[in-house]
C-alpha cells in the first residue's frame, strides 16, 4: 500500500498514531495558504514577475507571508500562507489575506483584474525534523503525506514527484525478492536519504524552527545555535503541535477581548470578499444528503469551555465559513456547513481541543483546483 494523500492524509494520520511512526522526530507544523487566481485583460501583466511579502497583515508573533505569481500576461495567481501555530486565538487566514490585498502596492497590482478561482489547504512544513519513519510492513508513504517540501522554498511538487518514483523502484525490488516486511521496504528510506529529497530538507532543516517564537526569533535562534558550536545546527529543537501555541482569551487579550470584526476588512465586491462569497469561486461541491465529513468528538465543549476559553476559534481559522456558532434560547449552538467545505484541513489541525477530525466526504465532493 502506498500512501500518497497529501498533507494531513486521514489514513495517513491514523497510522502514523497507531504505530508510533513518529517516534524520536519533532510533531509535523503547518501553515495555512488561501490562493486566489486573477485574469487581466491582454497584456495586462509581465508574465514571470515574481513578488514575495513578510510583515503586514500579520503580527510579530504569527509566521507567514504573501506570494505573487505572473502566470501569464493574463493571469496571475496571489495568496497569503499563515502559520498554524500562531497565539491569537481570533487569527482568521481569509480575513488577513483579505487586509493584504487592501495594501496600496498590491491593490494596484489587481486594479484592473477580477478574481476567477478561491482554494485554501494546509501546508506541512516541519521539514526534515518532522518526517516520520515512512515504510513499515506492507506500505510506504510518499509526498505530503510525509511532509517531503521544502519550507524555505514552499515548494514540494517535485520531491513528491520523487518520493513516488522512489517508491516504485523499491516495490519493483520488493516484488522480485517476494518480501513486503519491513526490511525489505526499508531501501525506500535509504533511497530518498541519498537523493535530492535528502539534500533539500536536511539544508533547509531549521527553517521553520527559527520563527517558532515569531518573526524576530529567528537571528537570535542561528546567534543562539552559532555559540554552542557547529554541531547545534544539527541538533533537533524542540517544538510543540501547532495547536498547542494557541493562547487563551484572557492570557492574550487581558480582562476584555475586543470584538473580532474591529479588524476583519469590509467586503468591498472585489479586493475583500466575505467568506462565502469567496467560496462560490472555489467550485466546491457535495452532496448534501450525506453525514457530516467534519466530526466534531463532543460539541458541548464548543458551548461550554471553547466559548469562554478560546471564543470558538473554528468560526476564524476555517477559511470557508463551515464553522457557525448560532444564538438560541438555551444558548449558542454548533452549526456545521459540510457543504462549504474547501478541504484545506486546517479545522483537524488548528482546534485547540483536538476534537475536529475531517474525514473524506461521500462521493468524492469537493473544491475544484482548476489553475490553483
Not at 547545534?232 to 494557541?246: C, G, Q, S, T, V
Not at 468591498?268 to 462560490?280: E, Q, R, S
Request: charge should be neutral.
Amino acid at each position: 500500500t502506498v500512501l500518497g494523500e497529501g498533507v494531513r492524509g486521514s489514513l495517513t494520520k491514523t497510522l502514523i498514531s497507531k504505530l508510533k511512526l513518529d517516534d524520536n522526530r519533532n510533531p509535523q507544523t503547518y501553515t495555512t495558504g488561501v490562493k486566489e487566481l486573477w485574469e487581466f485583460p491582454s497584456g495586462t501583466l509581465t508574465p514571470g514577475a515574481v513578488y514575495h511579502t513578510m510583515g503586514f497583515p500579520l503580527d510579530r508573533q504569527t509566521f507567514g507571508g504573501g506570494f505573487i505569481y505572473n502566470l501569464s500576461d493574463t493571469l496571475m495567481a496571489i495568496g497569503l500562507v499563515v502559520g498554524l501555530n500562531y497565539r491569537n486565538p481570533f487569527t482568521e487566514p481569509q480575513a488577513l489575506f483579505s487586509q493584504m490585498k487592501t495594501n496600496p502596492f498590491i491593490a494596484k497590482l489587481l486594479e484592473k483584474g477580477k478574481m476567477i478561482r478561491y482554494g485554501a489547504k494546509a501546508i506541512p512544513e516541519g521539514g526534515y525534523w518532522s518526517v516520520p519513519k515512512n515504510y513499515g510492513d506492507g506500505f510506504l508513504i510518499t509526498g505530503d503525506a510525509t511532509a517531503f517540501l521544502n519550507p524555505a522554498r514552499l515548494k514540494g511538487v517535485h520531491l513528491a514527484i520523487k518520493s513516488g518514483m522512489l517508491a516504485a523502484e523499491t516495490i519493483f525490488a520488493a516484488l522480485k525478492k517476494g518480501d513486503f516486511s519491513d526490511a525489505a521496504l526499508s531501501l525506500y528510506d535509504q533511497k530518498w536519504r541519498s537523493s535530492l529529497i535528502y539534500q533539500e530538507l536536511y539544508g533547509q532543516r531549521n527553517f521553520h524552527h527559527m520563527f517558532e517564537h515569531g518573526v524576530w526569533s529567528a537571528p537570535g535562534f542561528v546567534a543562539k545555535r552559532l555559540l554552542q558550536g557547529p554541531g547545534a545546527f544539527r541538533k533537533r529543537p524542540p517544538i510543540i503541535e501547532d495547536h498547542l501555541n494557541m493562547r487563551k482569551l484572557t492570557d492574550y487579550f487581558g480582562s476584555s477581548a475586543p470584538k473580532p470584526e474591529q479588524w476583519r476588512p469590509k467586503p468591498d465586491g472585489k479586493l475583500v470578499m466575505n467568506k462565502l462569497d469567496a467560496v462560490y469561486f472555489s467550485g466546491t461541491h457535495h452532496e448534501e444528503d450525506q453525514p457530516s465529513h467534519l466530526v466534531v468528538g463532543d460539541t458541548e465543549i464548543c458551548t461550554t469551555k471553547c466559548i469562554s476559553e478560546y471564543g470558538n476559534p473554528c468560526q476564524f481559522f476555517c477559511p470557508a465559513q463551515v464553522y457557525e456558532m448560532e444564538d438560541e434560547a438555551t444558548g449558542r449552538s454548533l452549526k456545521i456547513n459540510a457543504s462549504n467545505c474547501v478541504h484545506c484541513k486546517t479545522c483537524d489541525i488548528a482546534d485547540p481541543y483536538g476534537i475536529i477530525t475531517w474525514v473524506t466526504p461521500e462521493g468524492g465532493g469537493g473544491p475544484k483546483y482548476d489553475g490553483l
